[in-house]
Structures are given as C-alpha cells and as structure tokens.
C-alpha cells in the first residue's frame, strides 16, 4: 500500500528511505482539461512509482507553479520562478530532517528553472535530492494528445470531450523563440499545443505506466 504523508502521524515518518514530491501548475490546459491537468498527473506519477519502489512515501503535491507563460489565459495562477525556487529549498530542508532523499516528480515545463537553481543550492549544502520529469519520448507539447490521453484515464469527467479542438501543432523548435517572447497566447488562441484528436483513456493508462517504470527504474538504480 502506498505511503501518503497526509494520512500518516509522526511515529509512522521515523525514518523515510525516500519522499517523493509531486510538482503541479494551476495553468489553461484548452477548453477542454482542468486547470489541475499537470498537478493530477504528477500526483498519479509519483503514487505509481511508490508503489514500485520500497520505502517511498508521497507528500501531497506542490499545486502553484511558475506558469507566467500562461498568463493571457483566466484561471493561470503562477507564483513565478523565484517564489518556487524558494518554497522548494525550505521544504527540502525540512524534509531532510526525516527523510533520506527527495524526489520532486515534475510535470510542467515552466517549473524547471526553479527546480534546476534550487537543485544545485541543495546538493551544495549536501541534501539527497533530484527532480525527474513526467514525460515521454514521443508526448506533445501542452494539452494535446498525451495529457488528453492521461486525464481521460485518471479523472474522465473533467475532460470537456465536447470543447476539444487542435491547436498550434508546431514543434517546441519551431514555436520556442516566439513563445519566449510572447508566452503561449501568441501562438495559440485556445492554449492547445498539439491536437487531442485521437486521445483515449486505454492510451493514457499505457502512457502513466510507461512514465511510472521509467521514474521507478531510474530511482532504484540511483540507490
């Protein structure tokens, strides 16, 4: 059974092998997924590898992210890059007191700066932690395919099948220099990048499960 930190009293968190920390976005996924799409599937992520994994517990995950790439969309609610960066070095600090390592199981892009700077200030002052991505080889960019896929597995009522619509189907390549300049609404007018056509609860199971043994197998390796 896996280890959720919210439903355990102190004597149970002795000692912990390893927490592993979903890392989410309250950002516009479309007009058709949640608000919540990154923060539900690092949750389910990081439940699935601790239930691979001995010793691993879950904390509940970090819901605000750095998502100002999304601001031209209502509902994007960004704490920027500075303010996770900060929240991520306390939280390891505390969590170091009682557990050996940390794992952040990330699931939205604009979270990667804060994580790689606050990486590097924690494995300076010597604490166990990493980040490692919810992601696949062949996954799209944002609300396509893959997270219309996975949402329709772990919470298909909050998919609005009828709202789904395509979106900039460009390359992070090719749309890269114009979304840093303009953030997401200035390549796509409904924040889709990709296509949701095609999506299935059957494929998102088989893409958690493929992003749930890679994470899991590289975890166990690093020990």
Do not use: K
């Not at 690092?42 to 010793?55: K, R």
């Amino acid at each position: 059974m896996t280890g959720h930190l919210t439903h355990a009293t102190w004597p149970e968190i002795d000692h912990v092998e390893l927490i592993l920390v979903p890392v989410g976005s309250i950002e516009q996924h479309g007009p058709h997924l949640p608000l919540d799409t990154d923060t539900a599937i690092a949750t389910a992520v990081a439940q699935g590898v601790a239930e691979i994994v001995d010793g691993a517990w879950v904390a509940p995950a970090i819901v605000y992210g750095s998502s100002g790439e999304h601001q031209a969309f209502p509902g994007t609610s960004s704490i920027g890059t500075e303010a996770l960066q900060l929240l991520l070095i306390e939280l390891v600090r505390s969590m170091r007191t009682w557990a050996r390592r940390v794992l952040f199981v990330n699931a939205h892009g604009g979270n990667l700066p804060a994580l790689d700077r606050a990486i590097g200030q924690l494995v300076d002052e010597d604490h166990d932690v990493t980040w490692t991505p919810c992601a696949i080889d062949d996954s799209d960019l944002h609300a396509g395919r893959t997270e219309t896929s996975l949402m329709l597995h772990l919470r298909p009522r909050s998919v609005r099948l009828d709202r789904m619509e395509q979106g900039n189907t460009g390359s992070l390549q090719q749309l890269l220099p114009a979304l840093v300049r303009e953030g997401v609404g200035g390549v796509s007018a409904n924040g889709v990048l990709g296509d949701p056509a095609g999506a299935t609860a059957e494929e998102g199971e088989q893409t958690l499960a493929r992003m749930v043994q890679t994470i899991a197998t590289r975890t166990t390796a690093a020990v």
